[in-house]
């Protein structure tokens, strides 16, 4: 399971870097069927977001093989995003499920 966790920026825990490197470590097990990307952002960069979903590199292939979770409070705007590229997304149905920006 990778964690994004709070606002989508470049310095925060939920950069692209971060994303990047939990979905490496994660695929890098060969026994491992798929990933949950467990999201609970607010949004933030469109560019930290389009970069952890399309330069993973050594994850290939990383986000279509990834099961896409949004769960606790929100994935808005950026948040979605990430999940976007995943097989499925979850939500709960009080949770926001769309927002403006990304």
Do not use: L, W
């Given at each position: 399971m990778v964690r994004v966790d709070g606002e989508i920026e470049e310095h925060g825990r939920a950069s692209?870097?971060?994303v990047i490197s939990g979905l490496r470590q994660a695929f890098e097990y060969p026994q491992v069927k798929?990933?949950?990307v467990a999201i609970n952002s607010p949004g933030g960069s469109p560019v930290q977001a389009g970069r952890s979903t399309t330069n993973c590199g050594g994850c290939a292939p990383?986000?279509?093989k990834t099961r896409g979770r949004?769960?606790?409070d929100m994935a808005a705007s950026g948040g979605y995003?990430?999940?976007a590229g995943a097989d499925q997304i979850y939500v709960d149905k009080g949770?926001?499920?769309r927002s403006i920006g990304v």
């Open positions: 692209a870097s971060n798929g990933v949950i990383s986000i279509p949004r769960r606790q995003y990430i999940a949770e926001p499920r």
